[in-house]
């Protein structure tokens, strides 16, 4: 029984990782998402970003205006004159003002509530997805983006980013992968033939890595409003605002885990001393 119950155990250890990263996997670009929670300049920033831009098609059901005030430090006038728009009250949850019948009609789906997008996804993938649209003619939109391909939402962005569109290498690198699981999956193709496309795949997708890591993905072809460093700086603020929307109390759940631990090493001085009371009788 002890053997099984360690067994179980480890196994649970092993698989814990697997199954963490198994919900995400890795994006093109893969950058990371370096926020600060603690900086309330960004997080007004990125507010500010997301219901000028986003607002009008996802709503946030789960937040009030009222929450954000107190959370970031703004008052209700700085909230009511910059943050609300339309008709809506100070307490109530962000709402869109597309109508869902419209959305579906326009889009072919109703776009989602964005509440929890950054706890379901992950910061690093959706500052990544934000970073990432690229101009492709052969989407209804004129546009796609890599860490969601064939993405139905339009670059929204697009005043302040410009238009990048993919580097020759990298569509070199897409097309060769593409032909080598083709061969890969023909039931016909030889051994050698199959070995060789194996090898291609290999080729290609560390290619791809490296030109991610490089930033030689995308080349910009029209400028934006903003410079691609302070595009990128926007998106960290809006990525962090998202990032805190789909967990406000992260921040008060970490200060009071620090004062449930300073209680409970308190707690354990009495404790050791009661176990020294009951067993100074046996030996």
């Not at 449930?260 to 009495?270: E, K, T, W």
């Amino acid at each position: 029984m002890k053997k099984l119950i360690i067994t179980a155990i480890t196994a649970l250890t092993l698989a814990a990782p697997v199954a963490f990263s198994a919900g995400g996997g890795t994006t093109f670009p893969n950058e990371k998402a370096n926020i600060n929670l603690t900086d309330k300049a960004s997080l007004q920033k990125g507010a500010q970003l997301y219901l000028n831009n986003c607002a009008g098609c996802h709503s946030m059901e789960y937040v009030r205006y009222s929450r954000i005030a107190q959370d970031l430090d703004l008052s209700e006038d700085e909230v009511m004159n910059n943050l609300v728009l339309g008709d809506q009250k100070f307490g109530a949850p962000i709402k869109k003002s597309m109508n869902p019948k419209l959305a579906k009609k326009w889009f072919g789906v109703d776009p989602l509530d964005l509440s929890l997008v950054a706890r379901v996804r992950g910061e690093n993938w959706v500052y990544n997805y934000l970073n990432s649209f690229y101009a492709d003619p052969s989407r209804p939109y004129g546009m796609n983006n890599t860490v969601f391909p064939d993405v139905g939402m339009p670059h929204i962005l697009a005043d302040l980013q410009g238009e990048q569109v993919l580097t020759e290498e990298w569509v070199a690198a897409e097309t060769a992968i593409k032909t080598a699981k083709n061969v890969m999956a023909d039931s016909e193709a030889s051994d050698a033939a199959k070995s060789e496309a194996k090898s291609t795949l290999a080729q290609a997708e560390a290619t791809k890595a490296q030109l991610s890591a490089d930033g030689g993905i995308f080349v910009q072809t029209k400028e934006g409003t903003l410079t691609p460093e302070e595009f990128k700086e926007e998106m960290l603020n809006l990525t962090a605002f998202l990032a805190y929307t789909s967990n406000p109390v992260k921040l008060q759940s970490k200060n009071m885990g620090i004062w449930a631990i300073l209680f409970l090493v308190l707690l354990l001085i009495p404790a050791y001393f009661l176990k020294k009371e009951f067993w100074k009788d046996i030996h």
